[in-house]
């Protein structure tokens, strides 16, 4: 237990810190070197339980061929703006091998596909809002209900959706001056109205459509391995 608050501390503290000192210090210019910082504390779950090595070398090759299979999805459906399998693969990843998981993968999904897509400041925000996502779904008490009730999984893809937008728009004032402003927040959110829609409906087909295969898939290997 002590040793999962210290990873909730660091990837709900540490790292939205690490974005406010990028974005407040550096102007947004070194945002190479804050992913890499980013990277590092989404690993820090992962090194906090490395006593069971086999087991942790096994779970972080699944989470590699997750990580992959997000990047993939992404790049298929580049051209088509906001609908995309990440948030859905991310998701899926936290419901079998729990928040922290579900966040490293986001969070690595996103620096790996900007290798293709471009890197910018916007990555760190990304990082953190995809892995956002991934340690929600991941809590116990909402893995549960996901897992047990399809309405509840449409209704947390919808709501992933639109928070995913939410936290972007941040990103989007912040670009600007460096400074959050409320108007320029709520006239950002609005524009992106389509997009949160596109990406919020497209969060559901990806669920609906790969909760069975690949979460079947997923769930044996979690329990042939013991991950």
Do not use: C
Request: hydrophobic share 60%; no cysteine; aromatic share 16%.
């Amino acid at each position: 237990m002590k040793k999962q608050w210290i990873s909730y501390i660091v990837l709900l503290l540490f790292i939205p810190l690490t974005i406010w000192v990028g974005v407040s210090f550096f102007d947004d210019r070194g945002y190479v070197f804050i992913s890499f910082v980013i990277v590092l504390f989404t690993l820090v779950p992962f090194f906090l339980t490395f006593e069971h090595r086999e087991t942790n070398v096994r779970l972080l090759v699944v989470l590699a061929a997750m990580i992959a299979l997000s990047v993939v999805g992404r790049f298929i459906f580049a051209a088509l703006p906001g609908f995309k399998p990440v948030t859905a693969i991310v998701i899926l990843t936290a419901l079998y091998f729990g928040p922290e998981a579900g966040f490293l993968v986001g969070a690595l999904t996103a620096i790996i596909s900007n290798m293709y897509f471009g890197q910018g400041p916007w990555t760190p925000f990304q990082m953190f809002a995809w892995g956002i996502v991934g340690l929600l779904a991941g809590l116990p008490d909402i893995r549960t209900m996901l897992l047990k009730n399809k309405f509840v999984l449409i209704l947390f893809g919808l709501l992933a959706g639109v928070f995913f937008s939410l936290l972007m728009d941040i990103w989007t004032v912040l670009s600007i001056d460096g400074v959050f402003n409320m108007k320029r927040y709520v006239a950002a959110v609005s524009l992106s109205i389509p997009f949160m829609l596109t990406y919020a409906v497209s969060n559901v087909v990806f669920l609906l459509l790969t909760i069975k295969p690949i979460g079947d898939k997923l769930e044996r290997v979690k329990s042939k391995y013991g991950l």
